[in-house]
């Protein structure tokens, strides 16, 4: 399969615990996003990163959150000390560069702080 | 910043009958739109993109237009089917080059 895929599926923690996400994109892809999801709501960006450049941050993110693309492949988003706002869907998505580029999702990480 | 809206949270709609949802923008004219599917506890999947200059696209059973002056674009399923039911998500970029805001979603359901 050479879909976009994301682990863990599911991940479960306590309140004031560290996460990671992991992202692997379509390999001939250069630009990885990534988004959080909440019920009933469309993908909110988060951030995303040309090749292992981080290009943009959303302003809604807190300095709780930190991603990185060390060698431009793979990508892993860090969630730091937990809050129970912070369990939603979180979605990577990986597209070409250029302009008139459609992204593909993987499945995403569902988060759940209790 | 760009937001957007969409007509309904949800869109109940006969077999056979054509469904259409709405994709409205508040600011200025992106230069392309896109439309994705989302089925529950999934990634979103692209469907069709429209330019800026471009009225009408289509692909299959599915139409988009998209119109600047109103700041909108429609889509169209024709046809519907049951296997259609999905949330549909429209989406934009902020800027060129930079991020992509979606809608919060319309949840189709079409019954058979």
């Known amino acids: 399969d050479t879909g976009v895929s994301q682990d863990p599926r599911h991940k479960i923690t306590k309140r004031g615990q560290n996460v990671t996400f992991r992202c692997d994109p379509i390999?001939?892809?250069?630009?990885l996003y990534w988004y959080r999801q909440t019920l009933g709501q469309g993908p909110e960006f988060l951030t995303y990163?040309?090749?292992?450049?981080?290009?943009?941050k959303s302003r809604l993110l807190s300095d709780r959150f930190s991603a990185e693309r060390p060698k431009g492949s793979f990508s892993t988003l860090e969630i730091q000390r937990t809050e129970q706002g912070d369990s939603a869907m979180y979605l990577c998505?990986?597209?070409?560069?250029?302009?008139?580029?459609?992204?593909?999702f993987g499945p995403g990480t569902r988060l759940l702080v209790l | 910043s760009q937001k957007i809206e969409q007509n309904s949270e949800a869109l109940n709609i006969q077999e056979g009958k054509t469904a259409t949802l709405t994709c409205n923008y508040t600011n200025y004219s992106p230069a392309y739109l896109q439309w994705y599917r989302q089925d529950p506890g999934r990634g979103p999947v692209f469907l069709l993109l429209i330019r800026e200059n471009e009225k009408e696209k289509r692909k299959e059973r599915l139409k988009v237009t998209f119109d600047t002056t109103l700041k909108q674009s429609l889509f169209h399923i024709t046809a519907s089917q049951p296997a259609d039911s999905a949330t549909y998500l429209c989406a934009l970029e902020e800027g060129y080059g930079q991020n992509f805001v979606f809608g919060p979603g319309t949840r189709l359901s079409v019954l058979p």
């Open positions: 390999s001939e892809h250069n630009r």
């Open positions: 990163f040309q090749n292992e450049a981080q290009l943009e």
């Open positions: 998505a990986s597209s070409h560069a250029g302009p008139f580029r459609d992204q593909y």
